[in-house]
Every structure is written in structure tokens, then in C-alpha cells.
T-cell receptor, first 113, second 113 residues
Framework: AQSVTQLDSQVPVFEEAPVELRCNYS??????LFWYVQYPNQGLQLLLK??????LVESINGFEAEFNKSQTSFHLRKPSVHISDTAEYFC???????????FGAGTRLFVKA | EAGVAQSPRYKIIEKRQSVAFWCNPI?????LYWYQQILGQGPKLLIQ????????DSQLPKDRFSAERLKGVDSTLKIQPAKLEDSAVYLC???????????FGNGTRLTVT
């Protein structure tokens, strides 16, 4: 069975500071990995994904995540955050058969001026 | 492209009553999901359809929850009878294929009193 653990429920950070949101997963089979974001009063939307190939994946708004198979992690990073990055971030995993995308409990990122 | 449509947006019912939620996925998306998101938690998969067949319903409380996807397009999720612990946001999502990222609707917020 798959599971996802997001190690921090809340991360407060000042604007222009770097941030890392941690995600670890467990699975007995090969996986696809995702980060979804939910901005205040909006629905969940895809931020970035790892399916295969380069282990470092990037989003259009400056976030990146690195798939580390040995540590079963997929941490999300941004070198300099903006107020507009305030949102809840969910890590998700599905196995490569395409079944059961499982979500973590979420990390609330709060960017302060 | 039009997004995933869900209705109603909000519903308040008393325990032991029944309720139904409707979802219209993005045109052409073969895979449809229903998730339950309780406040402070990540989305929990209830059921996954591939076209009009069920792929996974292992976490659906089948004594009270039912779902169908007619003609492989729209879907309905029903709860009968509702319990207090069913209070949550019910999210519908669709994807082009089983290994594609999910597109979410805005959800239905259910309150059971």
C-alpha cells in the first residue's frame, strides 16, 4: 500500500526567504509523484509532477522538486517566496499502473511581509 | 477548456437524511475520481472510475455511500443515511488517462447537523 507523509503542517516564512516543504512516501512499486496547490478560496491545481526522466522538475512560478528514490522523498523548494505563494500544498503519489492517487495531509505555507 | 463542474457548492442536511452530489468531468477525460476532504486533512480517495467501470472503491463506505458514472461521462455520489462524520468537502476530479495529473472541481461542502 502507498502512503504519503508531509512532515510539516504549517510553515511560516518571510517574503524573499527560501522555503522547503518536505514530503516522504512509501510504496512497494514504481511511482509517479505530484505537488498540488490550493490557494485561498480556490480549488486544487497541479503545481508540478515527476513521471520519469530527470529527477529535478520545475514549475512555471519558480518552485522545484527533486525525486530521491533512495530516500523516498519528493521535497518542494523555492529560493525566494512571494506573498502570493501563501497557500496549502499537497504532495501526492500514484503507482505507475495509474491507480489510486494518494494525498498527504498538506502543508500550509504562510508568507509574511 | 471547461473545467470540472460540481454541484451543489454547499449542502446542509440533518443526520440520517440522504444527499447526492453531481460531477461533470472535462470532456474526453476517461478517469473520474471522488475524494473526501475533512477539515485539516488531505483528500481521501473514495472511488475511481475508468470510463464507466469502477477501478477502485476500497475506501468507499458501501453501507451508506454509492456512486455511479453513467455512459462514462457524468457521475453522482450519494450518501444515505448521512452521519455527522460525513461533514467534509467532496471533490470530484478527472484525468485524461490513469497516469495523467488530476483536474479538480471546486467541491461540494457538506455539513451534517
Amino acid at each position: 500500500a502507498q502512503s504519503v507523509t508531509q512532515l510539516d503542517s504549517q510553515v511560516p516564512v518571510f517574503e524573499e526567504a527560501p522555503v522547503e516543504l518536505r514530503c516522504n512516501y512509501s510504496s512497494s512499486v514504481s511511482v509517479y509523484l505530484f505537488w498540488y496547490v490550493q490557494y485561498p478560496n480556490q480549488g486544487l491545481q497541479l503545481l508540478l509532477k515527476y513521471l520519469s526522466g530527470s529527477t529535478l522538475v520545475e514549475s512555471i512560478n519558480g518552485f522545484e522538486a527533486e525525486f530521491n528514490k533512495s530516500q523516498t522523498s519528493f521535497h518542494l523548494r523555492k529560493p525566494s517566496v512571494h506573498i502570493s505563494d501563501t497557500a496549502e500544498y499537497f504532495c501526492a503519489v500514484s503507482h505507475t499502473g495509474g491507480f489510486k492517487t494518494i494525498f498527504g495531509a498538506g502543508t500550509r505555507l504562510f508568507v509574511k511581509a | 477548456e471547461a473545467g470540472v463542474a460540481q454541484s451543489p457548492r454547499y449542502k446542509i442536511i440533518e443526520k440520517r437524511q440522504s444527499v447526492a452530489f453531481w460531477c461533470n468531468p472535462i470532456s474526453g477525460h476517461a478517469t473520474l475520481y471522488w475524494y473526501q476532504q475533512i477539515l485539516g486533512q488531505g483528500p481521501k480517495l473514495l472511488i475511481q472510475f475508468q470510463n464507466n467501470g469502477v477501478v477502485d472503491d476500497s475506501q468507499l463506505p458501501k453501507d451508506r455511500f454509492s456512486a455511479e458514472r453513467l455512459k462514462g461521462v457524468d457521475s453522482t455520489l450519494k450518501i444515505q443515511p448521512a452521519k455527522l462524520e460525513d461533514s467534509a468537502v467532496y471533490l470530484c476530479a478527472s484525468s485524461l488517462r490513469r497516469d495523467s495529473p488530476l483536474h479538480f472541481g471546486n467541491g461540494t461542502r457538506l455539513t451534517v447537523t
